[in-house]
């Protein structure tokens, strides 16, 4: 496996896969990898010849007072990791390679989405986040880019962009890997205490208790996101921030599920002790 750290390294790699027709498949994360990060290295290895990995904190996508100094990095366990999975090349910028100026003056508007559910509780946030897939984007060329559904509305921000204005990309969303307890594999999770963990699990137990009751007929949103509500208000290490259901083609709040309409998504996001979690669930109809 190559390990690169330069923007000129990555264009000579790309352009490299190019004029040998290979295709190109780009992960980008911020490291600490986890079972998440290995099932979409391993999705983009089995559909790519040439797969780059990249590992960047970035800086633009943290608030103030947020946690992009504690985030959690370990680049020795991730090059290993990464190479296990058979990836060919990974990608180690710092901010300076990044961004040649920071912060930059011109940056990517998520547009209103950008403002809601994440996007209201980290103000610019998606903002730095599709600031930084764009310049990975443009770098690629023609590729396909893997991004988790943990990250629903990432996801399809990222794919929004992809569609306006990055036509020659393809945009693949793998399954959320979670743990034994339903609680969705993150690299935060390392910050929970042993009691923290244990409740973490609230998250997907109230995204299982909508996906029943819709099941069971109901599919008024109010009371669906009312189980997710009761869920995680029952923890009381848990503080909801939000619990709501999205129409997953445009991420529009719905009042009611459309059982012939598109599917249902369900987001929620919690604080648990001093870490914020997300997670998400496409309602099944059936
Ligand atoms: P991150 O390093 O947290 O920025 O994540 C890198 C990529 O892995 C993103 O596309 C995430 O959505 C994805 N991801 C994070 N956690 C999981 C998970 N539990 N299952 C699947 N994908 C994940």
């Known amino acids: 496996m190559d390990v690169i750290r330069t923007v000129e390294a990555y264009r ?52 103030e007072g947020e946690d992009y100094d504690r985030y959690p990095r370990g680049e020795e366990d991730d090059i290993a990791v990464a190479e296990a999975q058979g990836v060919e090349v990974m990608f180690l910028p710092t901010v300076e390679e990044m961004y040649p100026e920071y912060p930059p003056m011109i940056t990517v508007d998520p547009g209103s989405l950008g403002d809601r559910f994440e996007g209201a509780a980290r103000p610019g946030h998606f903002r730095g986040v599709l600031t930084v897939v764009a310049r990975l984007l443009d770098l690629s060329g023609t590729c396909r880019v893997y991004f988790g559904e943990k990250d629903a509305q990432q996801l399809f921000l990222v794919r929004k962009m992809a569609a306006e204005i990055a036509p020659r990309v393809e945009v693949v969303g793998c399954p959320t890997i979670r743990e034994a307890d ?17 409740a973490a699990a609230c998250l997907h137990r109230g995204l299982q208790d909508a996906q029943h009751l819709l099941k069971d007929g109901e599919t008024d949103a109010a009371p669906l996101a009312a189980a997710i509500r009761a869920a995680v208000e029952a923890e009381p290490l848990a503080d909801l921030d939000y619990a709501v ?19 249902a998504r369900a987001l929620v996001a919690a604080r648990i002790g001093a870490t914020r979690l997300i997670d998400n669930l496409l309602l099944a109809n059936s």
């Open 12 to 63: 000579e790699i790309v352009d490299d896969a190019h004029s040998q027709v290979h295709p190109v498949g780009l992960v980008p994360t911020m490291g600490a990898f986890h079972d998440g990060h290995r099932s979409i290295m391993r999705r983009a290895v089995e559909e790519r010849d040439t797969v780059i990995v990249s590992v960047f904190v970035n800086p633009l996508q943290f608030g």
């Open 245 to 263: 259901l999205v129409d997953d083609m445009t991420f529009e709040e719905l009042g009611s599920v459309d059982l012939r309409g598109s599917p």
């Open 182 to 198: 339903g609680l969705a594999m993150s690299s935060r999770n390392v910050y929970l205490e042993p009691e923290e963990r244990a």
